[in-house]
């Protein structure tokens, strides 16, 4: 008797495990169905189905790619006949401009220096430390004053200065295209030498900077010269510029 209850037991138990592993996987069925219908497409069920997709979609992408590669070729052809040629003395002020090209000419040479420690003790009033050194914006206000009077080319402390160079002071210390420079500092340029002279004079910023040159003493001169030569800059490559199909929405 013990034994028949037993076996019903274990016969029992079997079924319930049956069961459940069916009810589990009709639970997992229903699931997957309700997220395909979800997710309105319909997925592959095996890995043939899905390697034949994908295969299927990478030719469609291949094809695709194809067309574009006739595109570019067909419009690149197209292009190439039509590339508008600068004549040669725009293409040499562009260049000159965008400091690529050397340049020889009269012109004048600014310097700033800082004042003798000494000054504290014998210059009147009161000076501070902070007085006795070129600042930034002292050669800012000398370049600036210089580009307005006409200035063709220039550099500062011998380095080409164009419409994308970038210099910053700390202290009396100079920092110019990634190098460290200490005063005096000299600005060269090209140009009308009395429209440049004449430009120094008329700058407010330049006649506050030499009202310090007479209380101070800052270093001060103005240097005419009968040829200056003024190097291309070692920052700029050849420019180049792309050129975009008539009717093309670059922003699109």
């Given at each position: 008797m013990a034994r028949a209850r037993a076996i019903t037991g274990a016969r029992v138990r079997s079924w319930v495990t049956v069961g459940g592993v069916l009810a589990a996987a009709g639970l997992l069925f229903v699931a997957s169905g309700l997220h395909a219908a979800q997710s309105g497409s319909r997925q592959p069920q095996d890995i043939a189905q899905v390697v034949q997709a994908e295969s299927e979609r990478v030719s469609?992408?291949?094809?695709?790619?194809?067309?574009?590669d006739q595109e570019i070729t067909r419009l690149t052809a197209d292009e190439s006949g039509h590339v508008p040629r600068v004549a040669p003395p725009v293409a040499a002020r562009e260049g000159i401009a965008a400091g690529s090209r050397a340049v020889s000419g009269p012109g004048l040479t600014v310097t700033l220096d800082d004042a003798p420690p000494s000054a504290l003790d014998t210059a009147p009033?009161?000076?501070q430390p902070n007085d006795l050194v070129v600042h930034q914006q002292d050669l800012?206000?000398?370049?600036n004053a210089l580009w307005a009077g006409g200035a063709e080319a220039m550099t500062l402390q011998g380095e080409r200065v164009t419409s994308t160079s970038a210099f910053r002071c700390s202290g009396n210390i100079l920092l110019l295209h990634g190098?460290?420079?200490s005063p005096p500092y000299e600005v060269t340029v090209i140009g009308d030498q009395e429209a440049l002279a004449q430009a120094l004079e008329e700058d407010e910023g330049v006649r506050n900077y030499r009202a310090f040159v007479?209380?101070?003493?800052?270093?001060?001169?103005?240097?005419?010269h009968d040829k200056v030569d003024?190097?291309?800059?070692?920052?700029?490559?050849?420019?180049?510029?792309?050129?975009?199909?008539?009717?093309?929405?670059?922003?699109?």
């Open positions: 469609e992408l291949t094809d695709a790619a194809a067309l574009l009033g009161d000076p800012q206000n000398v370049i190098k460290v420079f007479d209380w101070v003493h800052l270093g001060w001169g103005v240097e005419r003024v190097p291309a800059s070692q920052s700029t490559g050849e420019l180049r510029y792309a050129r975009v199909p008539e009717g093309t929405d670059v922003f699109a």
